[in-house]
């Protein structure tokens, strides 16, 4: 039961680094290194760039990219709860 629970977390966590729209290579570094989409926003480009060994500039293009998918994520909660008026 642990097992599958600790299964399912960890590809929750690996499926929300996919949609990231950054290179495979950074996509497996994130992964790797425990990251998520909220981690990464939490952190920050400093952090990342720290933890991960990188340039500043590779940083933010991830961490723009998590943004983005943050951006998506509200806007699609956005629409879900307004209503259309006709």
Not at 8 to 23: Q, R
Not at 25 to 53: N, P, Q, R, W
């Amino acid at each position: 039961m642990l097992y599958t629970l600790l299964a399912y977390f960890e590809l929750n966590m690996n499926s929300s680094i996919e949609k990231l729209e950054i290179a495979s290579g950074l996509k497996k570094m994130l992964i790797d290194a425990g990251f998520t989409v909220d981690s990464i926003l939490h952190y920050g480009v400093d952090e990342i760039s720290t933890i991960l060994g990188i340039e500043i500039y590779v940083a933010k293009i991830i961490f723009d990219a998590a943004k983005r998918i943050e951006q998506t994520k509200q806007s699609s909660s956005f629409l879900k709860g307004s209503v259309v008026a006709t």
